[in-house]
Nanobody
Framework: QGHVVESGGGVVQAGASLRLSCKAT????????MAWHRQAPGKDRELVAR????????SYADSVKGRFTISRDFAQKTLFLQMDSLKPEDTGIYYC?????????WGQGTQVVVSP
């Protein structure tokens, strides 16, 4: 088991919603920088959303703005990605990453498939 483990992926139709979770160990969970990335078939990995600082400043890729919401739960040490109004182009493997001071952790990914 790694320091961050993703779950929640699946196969859905366009327009549906999914909520991804990323459970982190004490070492990996951080207020500094946590993010979701995705890699579509045949494409490079891209940053989807990130959350930083104790106040939780968020930022999103233009392609997901208004549809995806990143959040985290300190008590559960879990990072979330709420994905609404999914599109076929959202298909890919979604990865969680954390960057506490002096370290970087990545999960194994969770598959999301959105059919037309």
């Amino acid at each position: 088991q790694g320091h961050v483990v993703e779950s929640g992926g699946g196969v859905v139709q366009a327009g549906a919603s999914l909520r991804l979770s990323c459970k982190a160990t004490d070492r990996a969970f951080t207020t500094l920088h946590m993010a979701w990335h995705r890699q579509a078939p045949g494409k490079d990995r891209e940053l989807v959303a990130r959350i930083e600082g104790r106040g939780g400043t968020t930022s999103y890729a233009d392609s997901v703005k208004g549809r995806f919401t990143i959040s985290r739960d300190f008590a559960q040490k879990t990072l979330f990605l709420q994905m609404d109004s999914l599109k076929p182009e959202d298909t890919g493997i979604y990865y969680c990453s954390t960057q506490p001071l002096g370290a970087s952790y990545w999960g194994q990914g969770t598959q999301v498939v959105v059919s037309p």
